[in-house]
């Protein structure tokens, strides 16, 4: 899958000008006596990005059809790569066998609702201010204020300064006892990159935005205290 998607990055990548550059990579997925543009006619031009394998199906022990994702402006699309593989006493070398083609990609899946679980307010109350003061530690980077707000016997890595903690959103706390999984939505402030001292207020990419995230965290209550013990990613939303 990994060989369909280097041919791809080349075969979905052309223009007029780069013509002959692209017929030379090229030859290196091709058989021998295919046509070096595999079917371009040398006009126009298309570009692709974020190409990654994505399905692929076996016809027998030597040859697949490999499909790879990738976007062009908009639009994510499909290309459709046959593959040849000589087998293992041959080198375990492959070849693209055949011209490939381009397909729509699948439209996203219908998400079914679920529903929201029971939640207990007052543990959220509890939790928020402590989970303000986590969270600006696990962006700054600051190990002893971090370990502050993690649960005994446990550490966590931060971000170093990477962002800067703006707010946290909301917290859902479902029932339950001492340790429990909750949801936090923080905003991050994210930094512009530009050193200047007076950036240009008019130009969106030099100033500084924010990133609203979800994270899952175990949260673990030891005394009148609640804990982090552990972070993740949010999974989906619900409710």
């Known amino acids: 899958m990994a060989f369909a998607a280097q041919f791809a990055g080349v ?10 550059s692209r017929s030379n990579k090229l030859a290196a997925f091709l058989a021998e006596g295919m046509d070096a543009q595999l079917g371009w006619d040398g006009y126009g031009k298309l570009a692709a990005v974020a190409i990654q394998p994505y399905d692929i199906e076996t016809t027998d022990a030597h040859n697949a059809i ?23 006493d041959a080198g375990r070398r492959f ?8 397909l729509p990609a699948p439209a996203p899946a219908d998400l079914p609702q679920v529903a929201a679980p029971e939640t207990d ?6 939790l928020k201010p402590q989970l303000e003061g986590f969270f600006k530690e696990y ?11 993690v649960a005994a016997g446990k550490s966590l890595p931060s971000f170093g300064g990477v962002f800067t903690f703006s707010q946290l959103k909301e917290v859902v ?7 429990r999984e909750i949801q936090a939505v923080v905003v991050w402030a994210v930094p512009n990159g530009d ?7 008019t130009d969106p990419a030099a100033v500084g935005g924010t990133l609203e995230q979800v994270y899952r965290l175990t949260v673990e209550k030891q005394g009148d205290k609640w804990f982090v013990a552990d972070i993740r990613g949010g999974g989906r939303v619900v409710g």
Do not use: W
């Open 139 to 149: 962006a700054s980077g600051d190990a002893a204020g971090l370990q502050r707000y």
């Open 66 to 88: 490999v499909s790879v994702a990738f976007q062009s402006g908009p639009r994510r699309m499909l290309l459709s790569v046959p593959i040849y593989y000589s087998g293992d």
């Open 11 to 20: 075969y979905l990548n052309f223009s007029p000008e780069d013509a002959a």
């Open 195 to 201: 050193a200047s001292p007076t950036p240009n207020a």
């Open 95 to 102: 070849v693209v066998s055949g011209r490939p083609a381009i």
């Open 121 to 126: 307010d007052a543990a959220a109350a509890e």
């Open 173 to 179: 706390v479902p029932v339950g006892g001492a340790t």
